[in-house]
């Protein structure tokens, strides 16, 4: 009886998981182009310009920002409980 012998895939021709799209049939260029790997992200900068990170406790008491929804409800509430 002869022994069999497997034959191994060299890995550059395997392409499952490399994209996340497992077996490419037809368009390799396409699946490469669409995968996640070339989706568009954005990055928070670490250092520099626009890396500030205001903490947590002092969140939305900035001069700058916009009134809250919250904060205008309240005011018109408490103005319509001082007039009689």
Known sequence: ?????????PKEL???TEFGRGKIKDNA???????KLFRTRVVKAQKG????NRKVKHRGKE???KFSPMWI???AFSCLRLVP
Do not use: C, E, I, W
């Open 63 to 65: 001069p700058y920002s």
């Open 29 to 35: 260029l396409k699946a490469v182009v669409t995968s």
């Open 14 to 16: 395997v392409q499952d």
């Open 73 to 75: 409800l309240n005011r």
């Open 49 to 52: 310009k626009g890396s500030f």
């Open 1 to 9: 009886m002869a022994r069999k012998t497997s034959h191994l895939q």
